[in-house]
């Protein structure tokens, strides 16, 4: 019994004066997310995706590997909008070693909660341009840039970064290398990783201050990461708005649509060319198009078919070649090596495209041209033989593709004399001597 009670009192002793042992904590969850391409609404998807993701798991840091040439101010607001509003802090990091973060890409870097380079990568050149590609007049360009510079300047105060600098990236198309972004004064960006390792683990037990004021001590040390990626038909739809794959789905388009109207009910044709035109289409929204591009592709393809009915001894379709070729060169119109066509690209596909409408128009003109062989169209010239003697205006009868048939001639004609076939009215034929002398062969 007093073993009993001594071992009572140690027991609640223990539990009064002793300390609890606290649980291990799981480690820090990161979760990442590559953005590569031109910014559209896809990618403003792909963006807002990750950042769910990362905000049900309550994760304590999003990193965004960015690498774009730029994009739509509209999705790029978009993400932005995102960006703020989540509850979970967002890396921006421009990488890997010769990336960019151009145009779009620097207002997304500057509204991160961090804003990191990689070595030997740059940002800036924000200043906006027409979506369509066409030239703007002086006073709606000085709207456009006025209205984006003060954007990012709201942004860049916010974020507490160099508000010159930013508007100047805007305005005058300035960029910065990772070591002019961060030597600046206030800096552009908040520090400079070789990947993302390196980053997680110079932001451990960094402070970092949100949109609305508040301050989070990033936790990184020995974080699990996770990876966001597209899914398919965010990946489809990315592909489809580079600048090659929406040429290719414009031509394969109109050609698809051209050969469904030569040959109605051909039904595939029309279908493939139908959904590679939307496709292109909804490329064409991201894509700075000339609509003149379009008009001259359009022109080529329709001199391209009057070369085949109107002799023209090859002047039309060198002219239908030459549109095609000028409107491709034309079709997007960007100084960005990543938006352009080149040539390399361009000439093969004209000419292929050239041949291969050349071809299919020869083919259907041929179609329509070769002779009926059924119905009453198909009977009118066949050869036939008199089987009794026919006289105007008196019925007789006569043999043709094995059957006999009820006649009438204009003029008299003797039993066994070779025919052809004039006129089928109804079931009676309308035939006229055969002056060449040749027979009819006998199908039946």
Same mark, same amino acid.
């Given at each position: 019994m007093r073993l009993a009670c001594v071992g009572l009192m140690l027991v609640a002793a223990a539990a009064i004066g002793g300390e609890a042992v606290p649980a291990a904590q799981a480690p820090p969850t990161v979760y990442r997310m590559e953005l590569d391409g031109i910014i559209h609404p896809v990618a403003t998807a792909y963006v807002r995706k990750a950042i769910a993701q990362a905000d049900a798991a309550e994760a304590s840091l999003l990193v965004i590997v960015l690498r774009t040439p730029g994009g739509l101010v509209d999705s790029t607001r978009d993400i932005n909008s995102a960006i703020i509003e989540a509850k979970t802090p967002v890396a921006v990091f421009v990488a890997p070693a010769g990336s960019r973060a151009a145009s779009a890409g620097f207002l997304i870097t500057m509204a991160a909660d961090v804003a990191a380079m990689a070595p030997g990568t740059h940002i800036g050149a924000a200043h906006p341009v027409s979506g @369509?590609?066409?030239? &703007? @007049? @002086?006073?709606?360009? #000085?709207?456009? /840039?006025? @209205? &984006? /510079?003060? %954007?990012? #300047?709201? =942004?860049?105060?916010? #974020?507490h970064r160099n508000v010159g600098l930013v508007e100047l990236a805007v305005t005058e198309s300035r960029t910065f290398t990772e070591q002019e972004a961060l030597a600046s004064?206030?800096?552009? !960006?908040? *520090?400079v990783a070789t990947d993302v390792p390196d980053l997680l683990k110079k932001l451990d037990g960094r402070a970092v201050a949100r949109f609305d004021g508040r301050r989070t001590v990033l936790r990184t040390a020995g974080a699990v990461e996770r990876t966001v990626a597209m899914s398919w038909t965010q990946r489809v739809l990315s592909a489809v708005a580079h600048?090659? =794959? /929406? %040429?290719? +789905?414009?031509? +394969? $388009?109109t050609l698809g649509l051209t050969v469904e109207m030569w040959s109605p009910g051909? =039904?595939?044709? $029309?279908?493939?060319g139908g959904i590679s035109l939307l496709l292109a289409f909804f490329a064409f929204q991201v894509l700075? &198009?000339?609509?003149? $591009?379009?008009?001259?592709?359009?022109? $080529? +393809?329709?001199?391209? =078919? *009057?070369? !085949?009915? &109107?002799t023209s001894f090859g002047l039309l379709g060198a002219g239908g070649v030459l549109s095609l070729f000028f409107g491709s060169i034309l079709l997007v119109d960007s100084p960005l090596p990543e938006l352009q066509l080149g040539l390399r690209w361009i000439l093969p596909v004209t000419l292929s495209f050239s041949a291969i409408l050349l071809f299919l128009v020869r083919l259907a003109v041929k179609a329509q041209q070769i002779q009926p062989v059924t119905g009453q169209e198909g009977m009118t010239g066949e050869a036939a033989t008199a089987l009794t003697a026919l006289t105007p205006g008196v019925a007789g009868r006569v043999r043709t593709r094995g059957e006999i048939w009820s006649a009438t001639a204009s003029e008299p004609i003797n039993a066994g004399e070779p025919l052809r076939i004039v006129e089928v009215r109804g079931l009676q034929l309308v035939v006229a001597p055969d002056r060449s002398g040749s027979r009819p062969a006998d199908r039946g």
């Open positions: @369509d590609g066409q030239k &703007v @007049d @002086d006073t709606l360009a #000085r709207k456009m /840039a006025s @209205d &984006v /510079a003060g %954007y990012a #300047r709201t =942004i860049a105060q916010q #974020r004064s206030p800096p552009l !960006i908040d *520090l600048p090659q =794959i /929406a %040429y290719l +789905l414009l031509m +394969l $388009g051909a =039904i595939f044709p $029309g279908v493939v700075p &198009v000339n609509s003149v $591009g379009i008009l001259l592709i359009l022109f $080529g +393809l329709f001199l391209l =078919i *009057l070369e !085949i009915k &109107v």
